[in-house]
């Protein structure tokens, strides 16, 4: 009896095949909606380093638990500021990079 070859597809692949496309629409909300996931899970691991309450990071920021609940569990309803504020509040740096099609941006 021959043996069945399976085939193998790399994520990038399977992204491509069931979300869409680099640059469709449905590729960039996917994309974007995963690096807010990604950012509120930073949010949240560095609070617990620090050893805070959801209540104590809010109060440092000047925001309610609830809203450091929700940033965490998905940062894409925050804005720029409140998430610079959440990591200077965790003594956190962070950084950004800025890609223009096929050049990286990067300050210094």
Do not use: C, W
């Given at each position: ?13 399977m ?34 380093e ?8 809010g109060?440092?920021?000047g925001?309610?638990?609830?809203q ?5 569990s998905?940062?894409?309803?925050a804005?720029?500021?409140t ?25 210094v």
């Open positions: 009896m021959a043996k069945a070859q399976i085939k193998s597809y790399s994520l990038s692949e992204k491509d095949k069931y979300i869409g496309n680099v640059g469709t629409t449905d590729r960039d909300q996917y994309e974007y909606e995963l690096s807010m996931d990604v950012l509120g899970r930073m949010i949240k691991a560095a609070r617990q620090r050893h805070l309450t959801q209540e104590e990071l109060k440092l920021v925001v309610q638990k609830a450091i609940s929700k940033l965490e998905s940062a894409n309803s804005t720029i500021d998430i610079l504020k959440v990591f200077k509040a965790l003594k956190a740096d962070i950084h950004f990079n800025v890609k223009l099609q096929n050049h990286e941006l990067q300050l």
